[in-house]
């Protein structure tokens, strides 16, 4: 089936939990954050949400932190878009999770959860890359399988497991309830990115590259393609379609047609719900593709 595919997969984990992934090249999303808001240690109570049950979700990346761990994990503070906030030795962010509790340490991020949200593990007592963080508040918590996760005043840590590089923060407000610490033990919370800006793989059987733009338009969403012109003209019918790659299911939401690589769109729905479940977006190379959908 000739189709341009641009997919986008979006899964709920705990209240909403953001991943995007790609049926040809994964996409490298770049979030357009709101200023952030230092929050102090004492304004994070260990019962602030209540815990959920993660729904199921597919984690396709490989988790920054390898099983088993032979080496002492290393804590370092960093400078980010945020801010200066906790990552690890190599500048890969490090996020709390409000779910988890302090007295005693305990995680309540498992099996789904927990595969997009690996946690940061240690062999040994952890160690300090640089100087700012206060050595008093590191802590470990014994996991489920065993294994020892690192803590920073009382708080396990995590990755995000689309943070693909040093100093990015695609986890932050991930469903209002994933932060990222500061040296102090407090936190830096904001609300959920009012634009997110994802740069698309071309689908399998065309060469179809380029862009999408969630922007949140407070009860709606616009939703804007920018991929690389088909024929000269030519519209080519685009949805939102229920499912993930590599075989969307029903469509969920009809675009606007692009017609030589462009398309704007609003929505009716906030950007929060659209982001909840999963999602493909789909341009298809003529109407007659379209209509097998």
């Given at each position: 089936?000739?189709?341009?595919?641009?997919?986008?997969?979006?899964?709920?984990?705990?209240?909403?939990?953001?991943?995007?992934?790609?049926?040809?090249?994964?996409?490298?999303?770049?979030?357009?954050?709101?200023?952030?808001?230092?929050?102090?240690?004492?304004?994070?109570?260990?019962?602030?949400?209540?815990?959920?049950?993660?729904?199921?979700?597919?984690?396709?990346?490989?988790?920054?932190?390898?099983?088993?761990?032979?080496?002492?994990?290393?804590?370092?503070?960093?400078?980010?878009?945020?801010?200066?906030?906790?990552?690890?030795?190599?500048?890969?962010?490090?996020?709390?999770?409000?779910?988890?509790?302090?007295?005693?340490?305990?995680?309540?991020?498992?099996?789904?959860?927990?595969?997009?949200?690996?946690?940061?593990?240690?062999?040994?007592?952890?160690?300090?890359?640089?100087?700012?963080?206060?050595e008093k508040l590191i802590g470990t918590t014994q996991r489920r399988d065993g294994t020892t996760q690192v803590a920073y005043n009382g708080w396990p840590l995590y990755y995000w497991a689309r943070d693909?590089?040093?100093?990015?923060?695609?986890?932050?407000?991930?469903?209002?309830?994933?932060?990222?610490?500061?040296?102090?033990?407090?936190?830096?919370?904001?609300?959920?990115?009012?634009?997110?800006?994802?740069?698309?793989?071309?689908?399998?059987?065309?060469?179809?590259?380029?862009?999408?733009?969630?922007?949140?338009?407070?009860?709606?969403?616009?939703?804007?393609?920018?991929?690389?012109?088909?024929?000269?003209?030519?519209?080519?019918?685009?949805?939102?379609?229920?499912?993930?790659?590599?075989?969307?299911?029903?469509?969920?939401?009809?675009?606007?047609?692009?017609?030589?690589?462009?398309?704007?769109?609003?929505?009716?729905?906030?950007?929060?719900?659209?982001?909840?479940?999963?999602?493909?977006?789909?341009?298809?190379?003529?109407a007659a593709e379209a209509a097998k959908y």
């Amino acid at each position: 089936m000739k189709i341009a595919r641009l997919i986008i997969l979006i899964a709920l984990v705990a209240f909403a939990l953001i991943a995007l992934a790609a049926c040809a090249p994964a996409p490298t999303p770049t979030p357009v954050p709101p200023p952030a808001t230092a929050v102090p240690a004492t304004a994070v109570p260990a019962t602030a949400v209540p815990p959920a049950q993660p729904p199921a979700a597919t984690a396709t990346a490989v988790p920054p932190s390898p099983t088993p761990v032979t080496k002492p994990a290393v804590l370092a503070l960093n400078e980010t878009k945020l801010g200066k906030i906790i990552t690890d030795g190599n500048g890969m962010s490090l996020y709390m999770y409000p779910p988890d509790t302090r007295n005693p340490i305990a995680s309540t991020c498992y099996d789904a959860c927990a595969r997009n949200w690996p946690p940061l593990l240690t062999a040994g007592k952890p160690e300090l890359k640089g100087t700012g963080l206060d050595e008093k508040l590191i802590g470990t918590t014994q996991r489920r399988d065993g294994t020892t996760q690192v803590a920073y005043n009382g708080w396990p840590l995590y990755y995000w497991a689309r943070d693909r590089n040093p100093g990015d923060t695609l986890g932050q407000a991930v469903g209002d309830i994933w932060w990222v610490m500061t040296a102090d033990g407090g936190t830096i919370t904001s609300a959920a990115f009012p634009t997110i800006e994802l740069i698309l793989g071309a689908g399998r059987d065309a060469d179809q590259n380029g862009k999408a733009r969630l922007v949140a338009k407070g009860d709606k969403t616009d939703v804007v393609l920018d991929i690389k012109p088909g024929a000269a003209g030519v519209a080519q019918p685009a949805h939102i379609h229920e499912g993930t790659c590599p075989v969307p299911g029903a469509v969920k939401y009809p675009l606007t047609n692009v017609v030589d690589g462009k398309s704007t769109t609003t929505l009716d729905v906030k950007l929060a719900d659209l982001l909840k479940g999963g999602f493909a977006i789909n341009a298809h190379l003529s109407a007659a593709e379209a209509a097998k959908y």
